[in-house]
């Protein structure tokens, strides 16, 4: 079965942090790189952040230096290491494999 788990998600003040996971299942995991997204309320879904199966990292300019991404080859699973958190961080947080997307994660920074 095709799966992709996130959590994590929840309520921080500004300047805060969250590491939000996604757990896959093996098939759409190994081998694959690993991607998150997020959708603001009102505004089309967006490109976070990708790792390879190698470990190579890219962010999207609005997170540079404050998310990090990983991944646990053992684990089958991706994190998304978010800190200095700001109010337009706001969104839901979706990974991605393949053509596979996770139910995704409630994340709501107050200011």
């Known amino acids: 079965q095709v799966q992709l788990v996130e959590s994590g998600g929840g309520l921080v003040q500004a300047g805060g942090s969250l590491r939000l996971s996604c757990a896959a299942s093996?098939?759409?995991?190994?081998?694959?790189?690993m991607h998150w997204y997020r959708q603001a309320p009102g505004k089309e879904r967006e490109w976070v952040a990708t790792?390879?199966?190698?470990?190579?990292?890219n962010y999207v300019d609005s997170v540079k230096g404050r998310f990090t991404i990983s991944r646990d080859n053992a684990k089958n699973t991706v994190y998304l290491q978010m800190n200095s958190l700001k109010p337009e961080d706001t969104a839901v947080y979706y990974c991605?494999?393949?053509?596979?997307w996770g139910q995704g994660t409630q994340v709501t920074v107050s200011s």
């Open positions: 991605r494999s393949l053509i596979y």
């Open positions: 093996g098939r759409i995991f190994t081998g694959n790189a």
């Open positions: 790792i390879t199966n190698g470990g190579s990292t």
